[in-house]
């Protein structure tokens, strides 16, 4: 019923800079906290970031300083641009977002299909 599409990954050397991109769409009533979590081979998946519908902003320690979370409300889309990229940031990337739907009236969390990022030299 709603989908979330992911954009923007890619290869990148290291200190190199990516913005990744995550579209809402469907019958939307709003959406609310939305998040960018990462998952390396042979790791757990993490929060990297999150950030309320009001604008409040959430990092872990290993981002911090270097990604930035933000969206546009009227579009139903978050952004996370990354620079200074590791090669320890190399991982599968993926948005979540906590969606009212108009149908149902109803909460619902919804997870993007992941994109990749790779840090190399």
């Known amino acids: 019923q709603v989908q979330l599409v992911e954009s923007g990954g890619g290869l990148v050397q290291p200190g190199g800079s990516l913005r990744l991109s995550c579209a809402a769409s469907?019958?939307?009533?709003?959406?609310?906290?939305m998040a960018w979590y990462r998952q390396a081979p042979g790791r757990q998946r993490e929060l990297v970031a999150d950030?309320?519908?009001?604008?409040?902003?959430n990092y872990a320690d290993s981002v911090k300083g270097r990604f930035t979370i933000s969206r546009d409300n009227a579009k139903n889309t978050v952004y996370l641009q990354m620079n200074g990229l590791k090669p320890e940031d190399t991982a599968v990337y993926y948005c979540?977002?906590?969606?009212?739907?108009?149908?149902?009236?109803?909460?619902?969390?919804?997870w993007g299909q992941g994109t990749q990022v790779t840090v190399s030299s």
């Open positions: 979540n977002a906590d969606v009212k739907e108009k149908l149902t009236s109803s909460f619902q969390i919804y």
């Open positions: 469907g019958s939307i009533f709003g959406v609310y906290l």
């Open positions: 950030i309320t519908s009001g604008g409040g902003t």
